[in-house]
């Protein structure tokens, strides 16, 4: 069974830096290309970001360029979000999705991120 | 930006009864490449985002048959042809045609 875990999400002030971590398990992770998606309270499905199965390639939401930065280590089946300079408005629940980004095939849980002061 | 419209926020349904949940683009979704990448996600209290269908009619794999997708350009369609009480929760278009990706505003299925 496919399983996507994420992890790292909590409170952080306006400005500050969160990690957020996703682990992969019934899947040949590096065969896959991966993302993450967010969803604000109240608000719509967004998608963030895209990286490669080689992790050589990677895309971004235009809100989130230079921001936050995707990346991934296939020998951990892991996934990343690095997140820096957080806004009020990137308070969301964050998921890691397998696929590509046209398809965005199988979702985690989610992990909570919440930006305030 | 693509805007993905879903005109109905909220759809009551009785148990057994057929639901239809519709979405409309702003620009034709079909690719140069031939495909049109619009897909339909379903999310439910308590569980992860799951992914209905794929490219207009392509049921995932586990999905019942009684989910099913059509349309075509701008007009799309899903459709419910019993509804269960486990089919309760907001359900989402996705287009992944144009740059960036879009998602609907979602429309609630809530028995009545």
């Known amino acids: 069974e496919v399983q996507l875990v994420e992890s790292g999400g909590g409170l952080v002030q306006p400005g500050g830096s969160l990690r957020l971590s996703c682990t992969a398990s019934?899947?040949?992770?590096?065969?896959?290309?991966m993302n993450w998606a967010r969803q604000a309270p109240g608000k719509r499905l967004e998608w963030v970001a895209f990286?490669?199965?080689?992790?050589?390639?990677?895309l971004y939401t235009d809100s989130v360029k230079g921001r936050f930065t995707i990346s991934r280590d296939n020998a951990k089946n892991s996934l990343y979000l690095q997140m820096n300079s957080l806004r009020t408005e990137d308070t969301a629940v964050y998921y890691c999705?397998?696929?590509?980004?046209?398809?965005?095939?199988?979702w985690g849980q989610g992990t909570l991120v919440t930006v305030s002061s | 930006d693509v805007v993905m419209t879903q005109s109905l926020l909220s759809l009551p349904v009785t148990l057994g009864q057929p639901a239809s949940i519709s979405c409309r683009s702003s620009q034709s979704l079909v690719h140069s490449d031939g495909n049109t990448y619009l897909n339909w996600f379903q999310l439910r209290p308590g569980h992860s985002p799951r992914r209905l269908m794929f490219r207009v009619s392509n049921r995932d794999f586990g999905v019942p048959d009684r989910f099913s997708g059509s349309g075509s350009a701008t007009d799309f369609t899903l459709k419910i042809s019993r509804v269960e009480a486990e089919d309760v929760g907001i359900y989402y278009c996705m287009q992944g045609t144009h740059w960036p990706l879009t998602f609907g505003g979602g429309t609630k299925v809530e028995i009545e």
């Open positions: 990286i490669s199965s080689s992790g050589d390639a990677t």
């Open positions: 999705v397998r696929g590509g980004y046209r398809y965005l095939e199988c």
């Open positions: 019934g899947i040949t992770f590096s065969s896959f290309e």
